[in-house]
């Protein structure tokens, strides 16, 4: 079994079509799932194709019942990619304790709702996170293996040209940034004219005006103050006044108090508490007096003055209505719009740099992708043979399986090439693109010796696959389910099957049946000890004779 790959630990159901409510304990290695015919075995792969972002069929609803839910829990300690950045970059939590939690449920009103470790996320991006975790080979969904992309992915893992492939790729990055750099440049005279006039017409307004950080807030609070200066000398005027400028003012009042006080105190010498509190209010009252004096001395009745912050906040406001929100944000911006024009303005040696380093970047380019191209043809030949002998093993023994390779002029940033698998089955026909191929058992065959082949190099953890046995039997059949094992080594397998010669090396064995409870039918799977896969494999078998048994007893040895 394997012990260095992430798995598919647990798949809780609920709700959907015959299952009513089932958790699945999933174990590493190779899992293979029988029963019945319309047991229910392909809900089981129903179940992991939603919750892995495939669109949901909401007929897909237990009957009687408002909503479905699926979940599926993985165990990614050993997961060969890193989800930390994936996650983060989508605004996802973290896994706890190494398990990664996918979730998905749909009401039979049309809502639909998948989560990844608890947090809400789109069908999209719990989908690019399923390609990554879960390959499914099916009899309808033959997806990865039929794009020209991926069917190139897979003879590059098997060469083991990914440092060449990535080399290329970094090439083709730093062209298309220089391109983005070169098309900003590139424009009509008429455009040209007017992009520089706006620019000058920018970096001079902003420059002009001589702008300090913070300074809109400071100019503020002194308009305020001069527009209301009239009003603020004769507030000021009026507490002087009060204080000490007129007969009946506090000052005034206060000498008058103070010599009464005065003269209680020669009267009564205990009085002195008076005349001592006396004199501090008149103190207070004289600062008091000297304070406003000063304040109406420093206000200013300058109408000059008045216009000219007035302009001044005008145009500050102007400016971070045009160019930003700040006068940060406008000293920001004025910066920016300078750069460009200082790159506008030198367009001819800025263009003749860029032409220099593309052609230099394109030469560069060519070289590699002939290298890589290269190498690619080197492996081809390789690749066909190793996958042909798989494919004897599993019945195919005078089938024809090759990889035809043609250059692109443009090329992608993985490579100069395009490349098709084609497979011929029989003799004397001629080889045809997979995805022509007809037969879903062919097809799962085709992919069986793939990835037995590329087992060690595939980074996907968790291999699915549907009908593999189809139309096969005797030796083939005890191929196929060798060819299971073998890919177990490396990656967590699952299998439906129909054969007993496939389910019997598998290091987990489950059987779907389908129980009538209440009224209701409902789908069950259980995990079978050693006594119950005889009993199963003697099922498969034909029966539950002695010979049908030892024949069962003899394929689990």
């Given at each position: 079994?394997?012990?260095n790959?992430?798995?598919?630990?647990?798949?809780?159901?609920?709700?959907?079509?015959?299952?009513?409510d089932?958790?699945?304990?999933?174990?590493?290695?190779?899992?293979?799932?029988?029963?019945?015919?319309?047991a229910?075995?392909?809900?089981?792969?129903?179940?992991?194709?939603?919750?892995?972002?495939?669109?949901?069929?909401r007929?897909?609803?237990?009957?009687?019942?408002?909503?479905c839910?699926?979940?599926?829990?993985?165990?990614?300690?050993?997961?060969?990619?890193s989800?930390?950045?994936?996650l983060?970059?989508?605004?996802?939590?973290?896994?706890?304790?190494?398990?990664?939690?996918?979730?998905r449920?749909?009401?039979?009103?049309?809502?639909?709702?998948?989560?990844?470790?608890?947090?809400?996320?789109?069908?999209?991006?719990l989908?690019?996170?399923?390609?990554?975790?879960?390959?499914?080979?099916?009899?309808?969904?033959?997806?990865?293996?039929?794009?020209?992309?991926?069917?190139?992915?897979?003879?590059?893992?098997?060469?083991?040209?990914e440092?060449?492939?990535?080399?290329?790729?970094?090439?083709?990055?730093?062209?298309?940034?220089?391109?983005?750099?070169?098309?900003a440049?590139?424009?009509?005279?008429?455009?040209?004219a007017?992009?520089?006039?706006?620019?000058?017409?920018?970096?001079?307004?902003?420059?002009?005006?001589?702008?300090q950080e913070?300074?809109?807030?400071?100019?503020?609070?002194?308009?305020?103050?001069?527009?209301?200066?009239?009003?603020?000398?004769?507030?000021?005027q009026?507490?002087?006044?009060?204080?000490?400028?007129?007969?009946?003012?506090?000052?005034?009042?206060?000498?008058?108090?103070?010599?009464?006080?005065?003269?209680?105190?020669?009267?009564?010498?205990?009085a002195?508490?008076?005349v001592?509190a006396?004199?501090?209010v008149?103190?207070?009252?004289?600062?008091?007096?000297?304070?406003?004096?000063?304040?109406?001395d420093?206000?200013?009745?300058?109408?000059?003055r008045l216009?000219?912050?007035?302009?001044?906040?005008?145009?500050?406001?102007?400016?971070?209505?045009?160019?930003?929100?700040?006068?940060?944000?406008?000293?920001?911006?004025?910066?920016?719009?300078?750069?460009?024009?200082?790159?506008?303005?030198?367009?001819?040696?800025?263009l003749?740099?860029?032409?220099?380093?593309?052609?230099?970047?394109?030469s560069e380019?060519?070289?590699?992708?002939?290298?890589?191209?290269?190498?690619r043809?080197?492996?081809?030949?390789?690749?066909?043979?190793?996958?042909?002998?798989?494919?004897?093993?599993?019945?195919?023994?005078q089938?024809?399986?090759?990889?035809?390779?043609?250059?692109?002029?443009?090329?992608?940033a993985?490579?100069?090439?395009?490349?098709?698998?084609?497979?011929?089955p029989?003799?004397?026909?001629?080889?045809?693109?997979?995805?022509?191929?007809?037969?879903?058992?062919?097809?799962?065959?085709?992919?069986?010796a793939?990835?037995?082949?590329?087992?060690?190099?595939?980074?996907?953890?968790?291999l699915?696959?549907?009908?593999?046995?189809?139309?096969?039997g005797g030796?083939?059949?005890?191929?196929?389910?060798?060819?299971?094992?073998?890919?177990?080594?490396?990656?967590?397998?699952?299998?439906?099957?129909?054969?007993?010669?496939?389910a019997?090396?598998?290091?987990?064995?489950y059987?779907?049946?389908?129980?009538?409870?209440?009224?209701?039918?409902?789908?069950?799977?259980?995990?079978?000890?050693?006594?119950?896969?005889?009993?199963?494999?003697?099922?498969?078998?034909?029966?539950q004779?002695?010979?049908?048994?030892?024949?069962?007893?003899?394929?689990?040895?």
């Open positions: 079994m394997p012990t790959v992430a798995m598919l630990t647990t798949l809780r159901i609920k709700n959907l079509a015959l299952v009513s089932l958790t699945l304990e999933l174990q590493p290695g190779c899992n293979v799932i029988t029963g019945e015919t319309g229910g075995k392909s809900i089981i792969l129903g179940a992991l194709n939603l919750v892995l972002g495939e669109r949901a069929d007929t897909l609803i237990r009957s009687g019942e408002e909503s839910s699926v979940e599926a829990v993985f165990d990614v300690r050993k997961l060969r990619t989800l930390k950045s994936f983060e970059e989508n605004g996802l939590e973290p896994c706890e304790e190494n398990q990664l939690v996918l979730k449920t749909f009401t039979s009103a049309g809502a639909n709702r998948q989560f990844i470790n608890g947090s809400p996320t789109t069908l999209a991006t989908a690019v996170l399923g390609e990554s975790l879960v390959d499914m080979h099916g009899p309808h969904d033959h997806q990865s293996l039929l794009h020209p992309g991926k069917q190139l992915a897979i003879l590059d893992a098997f060469g083991r040209l440092p060449l492939r990535e080399e290329f790729g970094g090439l083709i990055r730093r062209r298309a940034a220089l391109l983005a750099e070169k098309s440049l590139i424009v009509d005279e008429k455009t040209y007017q992009q520089l006039d706006l620019l000058r017409f920018q970096v001079q307004e902003i420059s002009t005006a001589r702008l913070g300074e809109d807030a400071e100019v503020e609070v002194e308009f305020f103050r001069a527009s209301n200066a009239a009003k603020l000398l004769q507030l000021s009026t507490a002087l006044e009060a204080l000490s400028e007129s007969e009946s003012s506090l000052l005034t009042q206060s000498g008058v108090v103070g010599r009464v006080l005065a003269e209680l105190q020669r009267v009564d010498a205990s002195a508490s008076l001592a006396h004199a501090q008149s103190e207070s009252l004289r600062e008091l007096q000297s304070a406003v004096s000063h304040y109406a420093k206000v200013d009745v300058d109408p000059a216009a000219e912050l007035e302009e001044r906040l005008n145009l500050l406001q102007t400016l971070k209505r045009k160019y930003g929100a700040t006068i940060a944000a406008v000293i920001a911006f004025g910066d920016e719009a300078k750069q460009k024009l200082q790159s506008l303005e030198s367009r001819d040696a800025e003749a740099r860029l032409n220099a380093a593309l052609e230099k970047l394109n380019i060519l070289s590699a992708g002939k290298k890589l191209s290269g190498a043809k080197k492996v081809i030949p390789l690749l066909a043979k190793a996958v042909g002998r798989q494919l004897g093993d599993l019945g195919f023994k089938s024809r399986f090759d990889v035809v390779i043609s250059n692109v002029v443009e090329g992608s993985s490579g100069m090439d395009e490349i098709e698998f084609q497979f011929a029989n003799p004397g026909e001629p080889a045809k693109a997979l995805r022509a191929i007809a037969s879903s058992g062919e097809m799962a065959r085709v992919m069986l793939l990835k037995t082949v590329l087992a060690a190099e595939d980074e996907i953890p968790v699915v696959f549907d009908e593999v046995d189809a139309n096969v030796e083939t059949a005890n191929a196929v389910g060798d060819k299971m094992k073998q890919i177990a080594a490396k990656r967590q397998v699952f299998c439906i099957t129909h054969l007993p010669q496939v019997a090396p598998a290091d987990a064995h059987v779907v049946t389908k129980q009538v409870t209440n009224g209701r039918t409902i789908s069950e799977i259980k995990l079978l000890d050693k006594q119950s896969r005889v009993t199963e494999l003697a099922r498969m078998l034909g029966g004779s002695d010979a049908a048994r030892k024949h069962a007893e003899a394929l689990l040895k």
